[in-house]
């Protein structure tokens, strides 16, 4: 079945660093979502990607969607103590029969350091 | 913004004993919701597919007949765990969407505890 890795799975950063967190999946996606889930609550949507190649900005956060679509990531420029969390890809796929299904990646969990 | 409502929260049960979580899209109609599991500090695992007044989908590997799920209108789908056992101990999370270019809204999760 379809398997969607990311990277790292832990990142400690000091408080104004970037951050990034890369999306792998083993098969071609329709099309794919990023989300947040802070430590005790539920994931939050951030953002889809769609086009080859699309990249996408929302303030200190750029997501980017591979050539491929079978990979992405998501970088923070300079983070603060709010963008603590864990930070999930979701591949959607598309069947046949119309069906959606989204997998979650592995998920990557940010700890800052004031 | 669309919401999802999830209920209980929290519960714990004893061995054997059923439990039924509801997942309710507040403001939009869903006629396709998903249910998820969450183990401590990993990620969200699929168990199934909702679908209003259809059977549900299950991923492979899920026991239909202990993960009960019934989506009779457009706005609730329930998900009952029945006979539950401490390995069914988990946090469940449904999800709903209202569009292909929206993403999906999750409801705020139901930890079970079965003892």
């Keep these: ?114 | 913004g669309a919401v999802v409502s999830q209920h209980p929260s929290r519960v714990i049960c004893k061995s054997g004993t059923s439990v039924k979580i509801e997942c309710r899209s507040l403001d939009f109609q869903a006629t396709t919701m998903f249910w998820y599991r969450q183990f401590p500090k990993q990620s969200l695992m699929l168990m199934a597919t909702s679908n209003e007044g259809s059977k549900a989908t299950y991923e492979q590997g899920v026991e239909k007949d202990k993960f009960l799920i019934n989506h009779a209108s457009l706005t609730l789908s329930t998900l009952t765990v029945t006979s539950a056992h401490p390995e069914d101990s988990s946090f469940y999370i449904c999800s709903a969407g209202q569009g292909a270019s929206d993403g999906y809204t999750f409801g705020s999760g139901t930890r079970l505890t079965v003892v």
């Design chain 1, 1 to 114: 079945g379809q398997q969607v890795m990311q990277i790292p799975q832990y990142q400690h950063v000091q408080e104004g660093e970037d951050f990034t967190t890369y999306c792998n999946s083993s098969t071609t996606l329709s099309n794919i979502q990023w989300y947040k889930q802070r430590p005790g609550g539920h994931p939050v949507f951030l953002i889809q990607l769609v086009k080859s190649g699309e990249v996408k900005k929302q303030k200190r956060l750029t997501f980017q969607f591979g050539e491929a679509k079978k990979n992405s990531s998501l970088h923070i420029t300079a983070t603060q103590t709010t963008d603590v969390g864990t930070y999930f890809c979701a591949g959607r796929k598309i069947s046949n029969f119309g069906n959606e299904k989204l997998t979650f990646g592995t998920g990557t969990r940010l700890t800052i350091i004031p």
